[in-house]
């Protein structure tokens, strides 16, 4: 066993026994390359990454290499989803280096952590132009021993030009109608009408830019907006992305088609989705939305909630496929004769025709990946049902993928916001409950007595990584989501405390952008900064959404100028780049909606038509809108004071921009008032 023994990532634990000396990423190993003179080797993957466990089967379980390693090296092994600050930090460096980058990343360091060679994936032999492992570790170890100087050159001069990069030039002043105008124009320019989503292959779920086209569509009654969005969300959940069995989305698709998924698994894109689908049926009404938002609720509970209550963060692409083989996929793709075998031969056929199984295969050795292509023909519903049962019931008896245990505080805010929102539109209170059960972990396990978050935990153990950015920003959004949601004043206290340390941590007074690590964290070789979102919303803009949501809330100036200020980005990267600041697009269109404040006050809050105004209040689609209720002189909610009942009625109020409507008790009435623009 190595250094990594004692660590809580799985993606550590699994490089435990390798026989390279591998170190968590800490002082003391930068401490060890001074002493010893050794370059650093830092090796950054996450344990659901394919080609990490390639490289970790060719390479760092091989002893020879492991050898030459551990004699010339001192090697850095790190969990990218449990330090993305030290990710962010490389990954910048790699991208400006060779113009690419991904995972596994392999950068070799300096002993001041400053990096002066980059990779990403190298394979045991010479192959497709890339050099071998090996030939790598000699060539950098000839180059530290040879010529030092020339090394420590580059390795500051990449540190200088990394420390003059601008991210972006911040506006002084958040988006209007213009830049989101532009932004819809540049979206509709590289959205694929044939196929939904934007741009070629590999294709992601494209979840925050859906958010601000749904967004959009309620404060403008753009027609064109819903349709892309209500377009790519139909052909996600009729393509192999979505799991026709069991629910969830894989992270993305190898195809334009969305036809071959990357098998992964991640929370954040399942919470996302999720939430999507949800507001995609609050906007229309559509049957597939409805389904696909419970059905993806369901997986999470179902396959990622831990024995504490909070949600693990990812299922593996691989798994064993009955050989002892580890291969990608192993345990969702059929055949005709697997389908056959599981169902009989007559809902066999019926099984390949409704699912796309065919004897050519749309994956690898004539498998096929579960579809719903057809649109047209009519299938028996008890008959479908009956086959999905028993195929999924199959499909439990084969090995699962491995499951990322650890419970990241940003990705389970992500799942507290939908799981409450799906919980409360579709009548579901066991989902709200588990959105609760999460962040109950969230404040005992990762939140201290001074407020500040700890990035992950694991079996109920706290991790010894801060909070970043994100966390606080996506854990303050599910925690007022389920303020709105649950009538518990607490959550949006929970939310305010974390969004003090924004505000006292992470902005720039200056200028009012936002850094991804707070002042007083570990200082890297760069302070990590990025507006654009990736695979979830960024930092920046979740942030700017919470906040703005806070305000709407408690009437805070400061907390709304800190929103506004840190819009200052999308004005600038709206019209030029919508597709990577989506998020940030969505927090605008709340902005120029107000938002709207909904108090909803009730004699009492299991009421039936106390109920019933605070459920279309919730179903309304005003962007960004907030929702108290409670009774009436309720200290829970700012938005509830002085709300008193019209004749002894609930009643709903709505204001926005310091202005309030008249009350109303009737929920079509209040349902006019969030609709109107």
């Known amino acids: 066993m190595n250094r990594l023994a004692h660590e809580t990532s799985p993606y550590l634990l699994q490089h435990a026994d390798n026989p390279v000396d591998w170190w968590p990423w800490s002082a003391e190993a930068f401490d060890e390359a001074r002493r010893t003179n050794k370059p650093v080797l830092l090796s950054v993957g996450y344990s659901s990454c394919h080609w990490c466990h390639v490289m970790a089967h060719e390479s760092f ?5 492991a050898d030459y390693l551990n004699e010339h090296f001192v090697s850095v092994k790190v969990d990218r989803e449990e330090r993305p600050d030290v990710d962010a930090v490389y990954m910048e460096a790699v991208q400006a280096a060779t113009g690419q980058g991904g995972w596994p990343m392999t950068v070799f360091l300096t002993a001041d952590g400053e990096p002066f060679y980059f990779g990403t994936y190298f394979p045991p032999a010479p192959r497709h132009g890339m050099p071998s492992f090996r030939q790598v570790l000699e060539g950098v170890q000839q180059a530290w021993s040879t010529r030092h100087d020339e090394v420590s050159e580059v390795a500051g001069k990449i540190v200088r030009d990394l420390s003059q990069r601008e991210i ?74 979505y799991d026709q069995l069991g629910g969830g989305f894989a992270r993305y698709s190898v195809d334009r088609d969305w036809v071959v998924p990357h098998f992964e698994k991640m929370l954040y894109d399942n919470a996302l989705l999720c939430r999507v689908y949800a507001h995609l049926w609050r906007a229309t009404g ?14 999470m509970v179902r396959e990622l909630r831990t024995a504490e209550g909070g949600f ?15 291969v990608e996929g192993a345990y969702y793709v059929w055949t005709p004769e697997q389908l056959g075998a599981v169902l009989g031969e007559e809902d066999g056929r019926l099984a390949a025709q409704y699912f796309a199984v065919t004897d050519e295969g749309t994956f690898e050795h004539g498998q096929s990946v579960l579809q719903l292509p057809q649109t047209e023909g009519v299938f028996d519903a008890e008959k479908v049902a009956s086959v999905k049962e028993r195929l999924l019931a199959a499909r439990g008896r084969r090995p699962a993928p491995g499951r990322d245990d650890k419970v990241v505080a940003a990705w389970n805010g992500l799942a507290v916001a939908a799981l409450a929102e799906t919980g409360a539109y579709f009548g579901r209170p066991d989902l709200t409950e588990a959105a609760l059960g999460a962040a109950d972990l969230l404040v005992r396990v990762h939140l201290d007595e001074h407020g500040r978050l700890a990035r992950t935990s694991r079996d109920g153990r706290v991790g010894a990584n801060a909070g970043v950015l994100e966390d606080y920003a996506d854990v303050a959004e599910g925690f007022l989501a389920l303020a709105s949601v649950t009538g518990e004043g607490v959550w949006l206290d929970f939310a305010g405390l974390l969004l003090g340390h924004v505000l006292a941590r992470f902005a720039d007074p200056a200028t009012g952008a936002l850094f991804d690590t707070a002042s007083d964290a570990e200082q890297l070789i760069r302070r990590p900064q990025d507006p654009t979102d990736n695979a979830a919303p960024s930092g920046w803009t979740a942030a700017a959404g919470a906040l703005l949501s806070y305000a709407a809330h408690t009437g805070s100036a400061p907390h709304r100028e800190a929103a506004e200020r840190a819009l200052g980005v999308v004005k600038t990267l709206g019209p030029r780049v919508p597709r990577f600041i989506g998020w ?52 829970e909610f700012p938005l509830l004071a002085d709300r008193t009942l019209v004749d002894g009625a609930p009643t709903a109020y709505v204001c926005r921009g310091f202005v309030c409507d008249l009350p109303v008790t009737d929920p079509a009435a209040l349902r006019a008032r969030l609709t109107s623009s």
Do not use: I, N, W
């Open 61 to 65: 379980e091989d002893r020879a290499t």
């Open 286 to 299: 559509s049957d597939l939305a409805r389904r696909v938002a419970l059905e993806t609720a369901e997986f």
């Open 312 to 326: 693990a963060s990812a299922l593996d692409a691989d798994s064993d496929d009955g050989t002892g083989r580890h």
């Open 584 to 635: 940030g697009l969505a927090v605008a269109e709340a902005l120029l909606d107000g938002p709207r404040e909904v108090a909803v006050a009730g004699p009492a809050l299991d009421d039936e038509r106390t109920a019933a105004l605070h459920r279309t209040a919730l179903l309304g689609a005003a962007p960004g809108a907030v929702v108290a209720f409670g009774t009436p002189g309720s200290d």
């Open 168 to 241: 972006v030039r911040q506006a002084a002043e958040a988006p209007g109608e213009q830049e989101l105008a532009q932004a819809l124009l540049g979206l509709t320019r590289e959205y694929d009408p044939q196929r939904g989503g934007f741009g070629g292959a590999p294709k992601f779920p494209p979840s925050m830019v859906l958010e601000f086209l749904l967004r959009h569509h309620a404060r403008t009654g753009a027609e064109g907006a819903l349709q892309m969005a209500q377009d790519t969300c139909e052909r996600m959940a009729r393509g192999g992305l």
